[in-house]
Every structure is written in C-alpha cells, then in structure tokens.
C-alpha cells in the first residue's frame, strides 16, 4: 500500500562544477582539476586567496608529439575528476609560446619543438570542454596577481627565471597582451649585441646571460675539463655556476655577475616603463638563487631614475612551482564564465 503523505524522494545533488589546469614545460607536465569557485568568480576583477599548494597535482614527463601529450593530460583529468566527482566546465592551459590565445594555436615554441600546434583544439576534442591557452609567463602572472604576490597590486608583473626568462602584466585584473600578443618579452631585451647566442637567434639578450639553459650553455664553454684547477667537478648547470661563484672561482664570478646585471636591466626596464605597483619574480632558477635576485634588485636600482628606483618593489613568487597551474586555473574559470548561459 502507498503511503500517499511520503516524502519525494530528495533530487540528486548537482555535479561541482571544477576546472582543469595544465602546465606544460619543457620536460614536465603538471595538471590538476579545482573547483570552479578555488579559481576567483570568473570576471576580470575578482581576487581569491583559495589556492592550496600541492593538492592532487599529476606529474608527468612532456611528450613532444603534441597529440600523445594531449591524449596523456586527457587521462589524468578523467582521473581527477573521477576522485572528485566534479563535473569539468573548462579546461586552462599554460604553454611556452609565442602562441595564440584567441585561436588555441602554439604557433612557435622552440622549447617543445612545435610549430603550428593546435593544442586548444586536441585538448577541447578529448575532453568536450572549452579551452583557455595562455603563454606559460602569462599564465604565471594572472596566477600570482589571483592568488598570490600580486594581491591588490595594479599595475602587476611577473618575471620568471628558469631554464629561459619571460614576464606578464597584469593591469586592471587583465593581462596586458600588445597589439600582437607580444607585450612582456623581457627575456629578449638586447643587453650586449655582441653578446652570446640566444635560443631566439639573436645576440646578447637578458636570457642568453641569466637563463638557466644558457648559463649551462656558458658553463661547457668556459670549463672544457671536466674538473677545476682544484680537482673538484666543472660546473654542468646554472646551479653549479652560482654555487662555484660563491665559492670564489673567479671564472663563476664573471658568469653570475653578467647574470645578475641581465637580470638587473630586466627589472630596470619593466620599473621605467609601466610603473608596476609590484614586482614579483619567479622561476625554478629565481626561487632557488634568492642571492642572484637580490643582486639583480640593487642593479636595477642603480639603473632607473631615483623616483623610480625608490618606489621599485620587487618579492619573490607565493606558489612556488604552480603560478602557471593557478593561472591556469582562473583563465579557464573566466572562460566559463564567458559562455555559461545568461
């Protein structure tokens, strides 16, 4: 018999909706899916402090054949989103460039050896959501302007410095592009023309001194042994060129030091030319050399004007490796937002 004052049964809880964030590098990929609501409330003005450092964070070497890569990412956010229950509205990406974000399409990433890749479009087949593709740098610095150093900060910018050297602007909650989607290439500022050989081609760009495949590059050149005077290994990497400056090789000395003054002239030209309220650098090279840094710092002092100079903030990165997977995060939550029906 039916009992006819029983309660409905209770509706289903709707899905969460979660977006995906990929960070492509050059050796490895790190994806993780958040909740909508982490990323910030999807305008170009919203800030959120939600970001949890090391939460469910996949890790998986870069595949150079840009469809298997796409195919790998696709699995681990089924993966993710299999954990979570969550059901996925967006999907963001950061990707070393140049590339464009309009079309989905990496058009020159000499780091992955792609050329005319439309990522956008294989990540989008393999997981019928929208995606948002940004240049690694840029990624970084909506990442660290939503949920890290660049809280409150108008004009912002990020510089990071790693195995190569990029930046991205951040003013009025958006991210400054150019009028052809190249605003920001500190890295390829021309310190000496004279200089060494850039992987852009050119000579004597901030990179080719203070990059850390280009100071590994020097590193081979300046030690043919493969030991020092003193017995000890010949530096092999921009970690071992800084660690063997401080300990006096005066080979590693002139090294850093040329470092140091790229760096500096880098930081000097973002200060003169868009009066950042804040400076944040970043990069796995950066966070691990504070010293480099800080030297760079009194550098660009030294080369600004002193209203300038005085009002030059710079501090380090708040999330550590994942300012591209947060900025991943936000830019796929703000393309969500745009296509979510009124």
């Not at 602007?169 to 850039?198: N, Q, S, Y």
């Not at 000579?203 to 590059?217: D, M, N, Q, S, T």
Request: charge should be neutral; aromatic fraction near 2%; proline fraction near 6%.
């Amino acid at each position: 018999m039916t009992d006819r004052h029983a309660a409905p049964p209770a509706a289903a809880a709707p899905a969460v909706r979660m977006v995906a964030a990929v960070d492509i590098g050059a050796t490895k990929t790190l994806v993780t899916v958040r909740p909508a609501a982490t990323a910030g409330a999807g305008d170009r003005t919203a800030r959120s402090s939600a970001w949890s450092v090391g939460a469910d964070v996949a890790r998986l070497a870069t595949d150079r054949d840009a469809a298997s890569l796409a195919d790998r990412i696709a699995l681990e956010v089924r993966a993710l989103l299999a954990g979570s229950g969550g059901r996925l509205v967006a999907v963001g990406v950061g990707a070393p460039g140049p590339l464009d974000p309009a079309t989905g399409l990496v058009v020159h990433s000499p780091n992955l050896g792609w050329r005319d890749v439309p990522l956008g479009r294989l990540l989008s087949e393999r997981l019928d959501a929208p995606v948002a593709l940004e240049d690694d740098a840029n990624a970084a610095a909506l990442g660290e302007w939503q949920f890290g150093a660049g809280a409150g900060a108008d004009p912002f910018a990020f510089i990071t410095v790693s195995s190569g050297v990029g930046s991205g602007i951040v003013v009025g909650g958006a991210l400054l592009r150019g009028a052809h989607g190249l605003a920001g290439e500190v890295g390829h500022l021309t310190v000496d023309a004279e200089g060494p050989r850039c992987g852009c081609g050119r000579r004597g760009c901030v990179e080719a001194y203070v990059g850390g495949a280009a100071l590994a590059r020097r590193a081979r050149q300046s030690w043919r042994s493969e030991l020092l005077a003193d017995g000890s290994p010949a530096p092999r990497d921009a970690d071992g060129v800084l660690r063997a400056a401080r300990h006096g090789d005066p080979v590693a000395l002139g090294l850093a030091g040329e470092a140091a003054e790229a760096l500096g002239r880098a930081l000097a030209a973002v200060a003169a030319s868009i009066d950042p309220q804040r400076i944040a650098v970043g990069g796995a090279l950066a966070l691990g050399q504070p010293a480099l840094v800080r030297r760079a710092v009194s550098i660009a002092r030294r080369r600004c004007i002193r209203e300038t100079a005085q009002a030059l903030t710079v501090v380090p990165a708040a999330l550590g490796a994942e300012s591209v997977l947060a900025g991943a995060a936000a830019a796929a939550l703000r393309l969500a937002s745009e296509r979510a029906p009124s």
